[in-house]
């Protein structure tokens, strides 16, 4: 049997009320970090906007079999993820990002003067970090986002993304090992 978790009176309060209401509040409370999380899968605003109203339909069709094993906010949290994934995984997005790796490569073979300015204009410290952390591997960009951006500990992030922790533990210290090579790298 699942272990069960002490909800905080916020959220008691708001899987209290009728859906309409409690589905109004979630939006408002945790409408734009359930957004920001969603980015940092799809990286585009549009499927982002989609995604998220996606999640919240679902919250609202299923707040009633909210079991209370984890706080509102992690369950929301893995609704995204999983939203999010599923969109990743999905045809017209492999076949749409296979269209721009073939139209990058185009590119790269004729250099572009704007895409060199582009560079040179993203050369601030923390854009630089924000860069190599979107361009890690889902799993580890992932565990490194709920840790540090959402201040999940690895146990809440084992229970978001139904991964064991000594997994997530794992593949968070191999995440900010392959930043600190990435960044070492840049610097020489």
């Not at 957004?35 to 069709?61: C, G, H, M, P, S």
């Not at 201040?151 to 995440?175: G, M, P, Q, Y």
């Amino acid at each position: 049997m699942a272990e069960s978790y002490n909800l905080s009176e916020q959220d008691e309060l708001i899987i209290s009320l009728e859906r309409n209401q409690a589905l109004e509040i979630i939006m408002n409370s945790y409408g734009n970090e359930i957004k920001r999380l969603i980015y940092t899968y799809v990286k585009n605003e549009a499927d982002t906007d989609d995604i998220a109203q996606e999640v919240f339909v679902t919250v609202y069709k299923k707040l009633h079999t909210f079991q209370k094993q984890s706080s509102l906010k992690s369950w929301l949290y893995s609704i995204a993820i999983n939203k999010s994934k599923d969109y990743l995984r999905s045809w017209q997005v492999r076949n749409r990002n296979l269209m721009k790796r073939i139209t990058r490569e185009k590119k790269i073979k004729q250099p572009n003067l704007k895409s060199i300015e582009h560079r040179v204009v993203k050369d601030e410290e923390n854009r630089k970090l924000i860069t190599q952390i979107m361009e890690l591997p889902l799993k580890y960009r992932e565990v490194i986002i709920l840790y540090y951006f959402n201040d999940f500990s690895t146990r809440e992030i084992s229970n978001i993304t139904k991964v064991k922790d000594a997994t997530i533990r794992t593949r968070l210290r191999r995440a900010r090992e392959r930043l600190k090579q990435n960044i070492d790298g840049e610097r020489g």
